[in-house]
């Protein structure tokens, strides 16, 4: 579990790393009309789908996740917040992706900026920050 926790934690850095570098990368190639894909978009799925897999199983394990505390910020947070919006951020760059391949033309690097750009805004909105008092750290 604690292992799980923190890779999940420190691969927050990843996750947003590579999606800031995917969302320049794409508006780059969208203002060039290049029709060639990039690896970095593969990345970033695979990144997010990795803090899928260890955000469920750490879901069936957590302390924090607890539907007899729902009224409390911290078990509301972990258990139905934070959960629900990574999906719905998971699923828009799945959507991105998938979509992006199929395209050709302008669409095809606009497409994947549009989605990762509102998936990064959702994912820093969700993350457990340090001062949101959610009793999670940088780290
Ligand atoms: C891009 C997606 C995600 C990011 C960046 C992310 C990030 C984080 C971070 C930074 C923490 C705090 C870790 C700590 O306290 O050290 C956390 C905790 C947690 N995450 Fe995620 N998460 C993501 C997706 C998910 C998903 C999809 C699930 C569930 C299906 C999930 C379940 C959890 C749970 C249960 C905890 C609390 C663990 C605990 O402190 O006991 N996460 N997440």
């Known amino acids: 579990m604690n292992i799980l926790l923190h890779a999940h934690s420190g691969l927050r850095y990843v996750v947003l790393g590579l999606l800031i570098a ?7 190639k969208w203002q060039q009309g290049s029709q060639e ?5 593969l990345f970033t799925l695979i990144a997010t789908h990795t803090q899928l897999l260890i955000g469920l199983v750490l879901y069936f394990m957590s302390p924090k996740v607890n539907f007899d ?3 409390e910020k911290v078990f509301r947070f972990f258990s139905i917040e934070h959960v629900f919006m990574m999906l719905i951020a998971i699923v828009l760059i ?5 979509r992006s391949k199929k395209l050709s033309g302008a669409d095809k690097h ?5 989605f990762y750009a509102l998936a990064l ?3 820093l909105v969700a993350i457990p920050w340090p001062f949101r008092n959610l009793g999670s750290g940088w780290f």
């Open 37 to 41: 894909d990039s690896k970095l978009y």
């Open 69 to 71: 505390l729902i009224s």
């Open 94 to 98: 799945t959507v991105g992706r998938v």
């Open 22 to 28: 995917a969302i320049f990368t794409a508006y780059s």
């Open 110 to 114: 606009r497409t994947v900026l549009y």
């Open 121 to 123: 805004i959702i994912i």
